[in-house]
């Protein structure tokens, strides 16, 4: 059963355009969620989070909204640039000591 | 995410072999995490150490896998008699405590790549 769904396995965006990232969740105990990049043959690298008491965290070009009530978060990226090419993934985890959760991951695509 | 050093970086395997997969966390860290990443999949938690301890070893299969952190050293992470299903990316994670750090102070390595032929 997968907590933590990414629907779209990729996306593809002109440069200076927006990208949207979206991932769902089913566990109602998750409270705090975050957004991983990833490259090829590299680690995980932190993006942004957002806890459970918010619904938009911003960081320079990267925004993510959460919509408690539908348990979706989305990340916006914009403009979006070709070095934003990578996979993508979408964490939450629980209060507590408890591991994050990955989504499969979307794979973003930015064409020059 | 440099300072958490996972090695070898790709490992190789004969059916039956064991594997041994070695994460050195950050300097001070004491909390290790152990993800699986399968082809076309995400990262899939396997186990969570504290030094000399095993606290969260809930998504580790129960026969061939096992887990350290000893006092001194890496962590490993062993599997034995490998099967080519065990093919895959083996990414470590640590933090300085506990989970709730993972967007400031928690990083992950940059993986070790099981090839099982």
């Known amino acids: 059963d997968q907590q933590v769904k990414q629907n779209s396995p990729s996306l593809s965006v002109q440069e200076g355009r927006i990208s949207i990232l979206n991932c769902d969740y089913t566990?109602?105990?998750?409270?705090?969620f975050l957004w991983y990049k990833k490259y090829p043959a590299e680690g995980p690298t932190f993006l942004i989070s957002?806890?459970?008491?918010?619904d938009k965290n911003e960081d320079g070009r990267f925004t993510v909204f959460l919509n408690k009530s539908a348990k979706h978060l989305s990340l916006h990226i914009v403009p979006s640039q070709p070095g934003d090419s990578a996979v993508y993934f979408c964490?939450?985890?629980?209060?507590?000591?408890?591991?994050?959760?990955f989504g499969k991951g979307t794979r973003l695509s930015v064409i020059a | 995410n440099a300072g958490v050093m996972q090695n070898p970086r790709h490992l190789v395997r004969r059916r039956g072999q064991e594997a041994r997969l070695r994460c050195s966390p950050m300097?001070?860290?004491?909390?290790v995490y152990w993800y699986r990443q399968l082809p076309e999949e995400g990262l899939k938690f396997m186990v969570y150490?504290?030094?000399?301890?095993?606290?969260?070893e809930s998504g580790m299969p129960k026969e061939r896998f096992s887990a350290e952190f000893p006092k001194e050293g890496p962590s490993i992470l062993r599997i034995q008699q490998v099967v080519r299903g065990d093919s895959a990316a083996y990414f470590c994670?640590?933090?300085?405590?506990?989970?709730?750090?993972?967007?400031?102070?928690?990083?992950f390595g940059q993986g070790t790549r099981l090839t099982v032929v």
């Open positions: 994670a640590s933090s300085p405590l506990g989970a709730q750090l993972w967007d400031t102070e928690a990083f």
């Open positions: 566990n109602s105990m998750f409270d705090y």
């Open positions: 957002i806890s459970s008491i918010k």
């Open positions: 964490a939450a985890s629980a209060s507590g000591n408890t591991p994050l959760v």
């Open positions: 300097k001070g860290h004491s909390h």
């Open positions: 150490l504290q030094k000399e301890n095993i606290i969260d």
